[in-house]
């Protein structure tokens, strides 16, 4: 099946109506009204619970590779405490990854589209709201998507996991089984792990399972994979505890302080680096939005294609795409 991947331009001409910008502390206030349900009205439009569904990621870990701290003489796992910092971003609202699904529906194997959106997000008495207002287009996405029923939805790159945090008391790496969605190839897209820090990626797909059934509904078994090169890992990329971040001074066979094993890939497509694979769930969120802006398609791509090829999407007009913040 043939996916669409389109990426919102700040230039492109747009439908959208101008709405006076909101400051964030009016946003999040108006957001505290919205009503305990999936589905509202607020501010442009009705939405419709089983033509868009929005679930916004509630736990994102780190599997593999792990990150080493310290030095030769003490050198220690520090995955664990990048994870617990996560999920603090994630817990204080202060990160929002939301993906929202058009339509939801299983079954359904065509015209399936997702938007990846770092979200505007306030809990409400019984359930997160959520919206679009104010963000800018340029930081959403949309991807195809499909549904598959049958196995599984999306396999590690062969050979790019290491056998070493497969096992003992290390997270498994989920394997999204199916009723489930698995997205077409994202050419690259920042993943926002904490309000000053995003991990650029390429060659990025996202996959999970259907959790639809009970009070709150939720996508599970989730994976987001994506390569890290080793020429963007070798320079600062964020700050963190008002530090900057350099991945490559944390990664075995990079910069990191253990000798005991290598997480650095020289074999497949695109280049030196490591691939990166974090599980997650996301929940139900109700969800509001402004009518979309003009996009640009960015071309065509399959979610089956080969994971380890590399992949260049250069929209119809002149402008290329880069990259992306979650």
């Known amino acids: 099946m043939t996916q669409v991947l389109n990426q919102r331009h700040s230039g492109a001409s747009s439908s959208r109506p101008h709405h006076p910008s ?16 999936y589905g509202g009205d607020f501010f442009d439009r009705l ?10 990621i509630v736990q994102l870990t780190l599997v593999d590779p792990h990150t080493y701290s310290g030095d030769m003489v003490e050198c220690n796992d520090s995955t664990p405490t990048y994870n617990a910092i996560f999920a603090q971003n994630i817990d204080k609202f202060d990160t929002n990854t939301t993906l929202v699904l058009r339509p939801l529906d299983p079954k359904v194997d065509r015209d399936t589209l997702m ?45 790019s996991l290491n056998p070493v945090y497969m096992g003992g008391t290390n997270e498994p790496l989920h394997a999204p089984r199916s009723p489930c969605l698995v997205s077409a190839m994202i050419p690259s897209l920042n993943l926002n792990l904490a309000p000053t820090l995003s991990l650029p990626l390429s060659n990025v797909q ?6 639809l059934d009970g009070e709150s509904q939720k996508l599970v078994q989730g994976v987001i994979r994506g390569f890290l090169p ?16 350099t991945p490559w001074g944390l990664l075995a066979g990079g910069g990191g302080c253990t000798l005991d094993t290598s997480d650095i890939d ?8 490591v ?52």
């Open 115 to 159: 938007d990846i959106v770092p979200a505007v997000c306030v809990p409400g008495e019984a359930i997160v709201n959520c919206t679009d207002k104010n963000v800018p287009t340029e930081k959403i996405i949309t991807a195809g998507f499909n549904n598959i029923e049958g196995g599984t939805c999306l396999a590690p790159v062969a050979g």
């Open 266 to 273: 020289t074999v497949t497509v695109p280049n030196d680096g």
């Open 22 to 37: 909101l400051s964030r502390p009016a946003l999040l206030s108006l957001l505290m009204l919205l009503p305990a349900c």
């Open 230 to 245: 080793s020429s963007v890992a070798m320079s600062p990329i964020g700050t963190l505890a008002d530090a900057p971040f």
């Open 47 to 56: 939405v419709d619970p089983d033509a868009t569904a929005a679930f916004r």
């Open 206 to 211: 996202i996959s999970a399972a259907y959790q």
């Open 275 to 326: 691939w990166m694979y974090f599980n997650f769930t996301a929940e139900r969120v109700a969800w509001t939005s402004t009518p979309p802006s003009g996009t640009e398609t960015a071309g065509t791509t399959d979610a089956t294609t080969d994971p380890t090829a590399a992949m260049t999407v250069t929209a119809t007009g002149t402008t290329t795409i880069t990259t992306t913040s979650l």
